[in-house]
């Protein structure tokens, strides 16, 4: 596990450049999503939008109970008929309630599963 900054430190950051940064990127990295060149760097986006929001680092890989992950072509699949639509509004509502202040546990538990709403990616448990 990696040192997390201070809570103190992470709750200025989202309501001085978290909350308008994750709006910002969540958008760009759709844009990247459907131009399908930049998808790498749209997926790269999407997988920091925790990050962005409220610095809070998370554990490298999935893996704590050796479960694998979907295979690939089933994640593309996926991502070419739900992932990518179904991403772009579960980012705007997740950051919808983060800003609505009462919203923002539910909202950053969706932004923990936006990868995997994307494309079926497990980061973390």
Same mark, same amino acid.
Not at 15 to 32: C, P, Q, Y
Not at 41 to 64: E, H, S
């Given at each position: 596990m990696t040192d997390q900054h201070s809570l103190v430190v992470r709750v200025i950051w989202f #309501?001085? +450049?978290? @909350? @308008? =940064?994750?709006? =910002?990127? %969540? /958008? $760009?990295?759709? $844009? =990247?999503n459907v131009t399908i060149i930049l998808l790498p760097? *749209? %997926?790269? %986006?999407? /997988? &920091? +939008?925790?990050?962005? =929001?409220?610095?809070? &680092? &998370?554990?490298? *890989? #999935?893996?704590?109970d050796g479960v694998p992950q979907t295979s690939l072509v089933l994640r593309a699949v996926y991502f070419v008929f739900v992932g990518w639509w179904a991403s772009f509004i579960w980012a705007n509502v997740a950051w919808a309630l983060c800003v609505s202040v009462i919203g923002i546990p539910i909202g950053i538990w969706m932004f923990g599963k936006l990868p995997y709403v994307t494309s079926l990616y497990r980061l973390d448990a």
């Open positions: #309501f001085l +450049v978290g @909350w @308008w =940064l994750t709006l =910002l990127a %969540i /958008n $760009v990295a759709w $844009v =990247l760097l *749209g %997926i790269k %986006i999407i /997988n &920091r +939008v925790p990050y962005l =929001l409220t610095l809070k &680092r &998370r554990d490298t *890989g #999935f893996d704590p």
